[in-house]
């Protein structure tokens, strides 16, 4: 199971001596991100729930403990989704550092351009434009496949699997874009181990719900899929047709 044993390597990673300098910022933003998120929902949801309760007849009370661990359901859900957007864009480019640092361990021959900290920083944020503008429409379409009586009962399965292929994506993606390959390419790949990748970016989407463990999971995920696609990238084998 390389997408689980990648994960595993990524905490190695970032833990050896070398690279855990690299892993501070991020974990400081992912900290103050999982906070403000947390506070937020908190009272978002305290509320959706009171307010759900005052509009349901008295007849109806016993459906409270159905609201209540579906409130929290939802609230995982928009954490986690939240928490990956928020924390890609802020710590995007200390990933992309995280990702060379990484690179360099693993391959120190490695080809890396050169560029100076606006410039990773532009390329970065526009990346994440990128394939957020990928991810948006999917989600969407997944929206509306949930609405769908019936059908929609394998929503939650369509979820997790949607999670886990736009987490295996975002980590995977910095080793690329370091060397300017195409976002196409990241698909290609993903493609190309398609149950890896979705062990990978399943562990990930629960391990990012885990409260403090999640402030190291996106740097772990980033040194996994970094190291996993170096290991790919010197197979000639493995390598995929830019077709999907």
């Known amino acids: 199971m390389n997408g689980l044993k990648a994960l595993f390597e990524g905490f190695g990673l970032i833990l050896s001596p070398g690279l855990k300098r ?98 990773l920083v532009g390329r970065t944020l526009g990346r994440e434009v990128t394939k957020w503008m990928w991810y948006l429409p999917r989600a969407l379409l997944l929206v509306l496949f949930s609405l769908v009586p019936v059908i929609n009962l394998l929503a939650p399965l369509a979820w997790f699997a949607f999670g886990a292929w736009v987490l ?26 398609p149950f890896d990748s979705l062990v990978f970016g399943g562990s990930v989407l629960l391990l990012i719900s885990v409260p403090l463990l999640n402030l190291l999971i996106p740097s772990a995920a980033v040194g996994g899929a970094t190291a996993w696609g170096v290991r790919l990238r010197q197979d000639p084998l493995a390598q995929p047709r830019l077709q999907r």
Do not use: C
């Not at 892993?23 to 509320?47: D, E, Q, Y």
């Not at 295996?168 to 993903?190: G, K, M, S, V, W």
């Open 168 to 193: 295996l994506i975002e980590y995977r993606d910095y080793l690329n874009d370091n060397h300017a390959q195409p976002f196409a390419l990241t698909r290609a790949q993903a493609w190309q181990h």
């Open 22 to 119: 690299f892993v501070l910022v991020p974990t400081l933003v992912n900290l103050i991100v999982f906070v403000a998120l947390m506070v937020s929902l908190w009272g978002l949801l305290s509320g959706w729930v009171v307010a759900v309760m005052d509009f349901l007849p008295g007849w109806l009370d016993w459906v409270s403990f159905l609201i209540q661990p579906l409130a929290v359901l939802v609230a995982m859900v928009l954490f986690v989704f939240g928490f990956t957007v928020i924390n890609g864009f802020l710590a995007a480019p200390f990933y992309g550092i995280l990702a060379e640092k990484v690179e360099r361990r693993l391959d120190p021959e490695a080809a890396l351009p050169l560029e100076s900290m606006a410039q």
